[in-house]
């Protein structure tokens, strides 16, 4: 078996911060680094002619990928394995191990659910509609990082939400728990999202499909 492990860089805690849906973003220095193209925040990728810049990066841990399993692996054999205990989350290829990875979930007060469930919804791009930053309409400058969209700021002119980012969404409750690229400090910290490394939800996203099976338990 081909197995590597995938180093993930240890960034710097000012220039860390959270991308969630109906879950995640915390650090009020997320909008600055959001703005900033210049951020090593960002991860870039391209697609066709269009680039794309996501945030999220994970912290000090490493993910396993047993590659063999891994060119097995794809959208009629794969399952998804949440262990909320260990904050690790594993694809598997039928009843291989493809991936293990470090995750970051619910914190207290926005565990994420346990139980049996299936992937609902998969998006290459999908911003929260409850979680991100208030700006100035007018200005543009930040009124609020770490914002719900359900709790208007005082100050500023017409203050506008902006949802935070939310990239290779995988929607796995009906109410909006999900997982996609995120900061993975190492500890369940989100608001309910399972938050996965940049280098490795891709991997899973793309192997996985609308009903595959999903299982998050402690």
Same mark, same amino acid.
């Given at each position: 078996?081909?197995?590597r492990?995938?180093?993930?860089?240890?960034?710097?805690?000012?220039?860390?911060?959270?991308?969630?849906?109906?879950?995640?973003?915390? $650090?009020? !220095?997320?909008? =600055?680094? @959001?703005?900033?193209?210049? /951020?090593?925040? #960002?991860?870039?990728?391209? +697609? *066709?002619?269009?680039?794309?810049?996501?945030?999220?990066?994970?912290?000090?841990?490493?993910?396993?990928?047993?590659?063999?399993?891994?060119?097995?692996?794809?959208?009629?054999?794969?399952?998804?394995?949440?262990?909320?205990?260990a904050?690790?989350?594993?694809?598997?290829?039928?009843?291989?191990?493809?991936?293990?990875?470090?995750?970051?979930?619910?914190?207290?007060?926005h565990?994420?659910?346990?139980? $049996?469930? !299936?992937?609902? =919804?998969? @998006?290459?791009?999908?911003? /929260?509609?409850? #979680?991100?930053?208030?700006? +100035? *309409?007018?200005?543009?400058?930040?009124?609020?990082?770490?914002?719900?969209?359900?709790?208007?700021?005082?100050?500023?002119?017409?203050?506008?939400?902006?949802?935070?980012?939310?990239?290779?969404?995988?929607?796995?409750?009906?109410?909006?728990?999900?997982?996609?690229?995120?900061?993975?400090?190492?500890?369940?910290?989100?608001?309910?999202?399972?938050?996965?490394?940049r280098?490795?939800?891709?991997?899973?996203?793309?192997?996985?499909?609308?009903?595959?099976?999903?299982?998050?338990?402690?």
């Open positions: 078996m081909n197995f492990s995938c180093p993930i860089p240890l960034l710097a805690l000012a220039t860390l911060a959270a991308s969630c849906l109906s879950s995640c973003e915390t $650090n009020p !220095s997320y909008h =600055e680094q @959001l703005h900033n193209p210049n /951020s090593d925040y #960002y991860n870039r990728r391209w +697609d *066709g002619q269009r680039r794309y810049d996501y945030p999220g990066s994970s912290a000090s841990r490493n993910a396993t990928i047993n590659e063999d399993v891994l060119a097995r692996t794809n959208s009629s054999n794969s399952r998804i394995e949440i262990d909320l205990g904050q690790k989350a594993r694809l598997y290829g039928g009843s291989e191990l493809a991936i293990e990875t470090q995750i970051s979930t619910g914190r207290e007060g565990n994420t659910p346990s139980g $049996n469930f !299936s992937v609902l =919804e998969k @998006l290459p791009e999908k911003k /929260s509609t409850l #979680y991100g930053s208030w700006v +100035d *309409g007018s200005t543009g400058a930040l009124l609020q990082g770490d914002g719900d969209s359900r709790s208007r700021p005082s100050g500023g002119v017409s203050p506008e939400f902006q949802g935070a980012p939310m990239p290779y969404w995988l929607r796995v409750t009906k109410d909006g728990v999900g997982m996609h690229v995120g900061y993975v400090p190492n500890y369940p910290a989100s608001h309910g999202c399972i938050r996965v490394p280098r490795i939800q891709p991997l899973i996203y793309e192997r996985v499909k609308v009903g595959t099976p999903v299982t998050i338990r402690h």
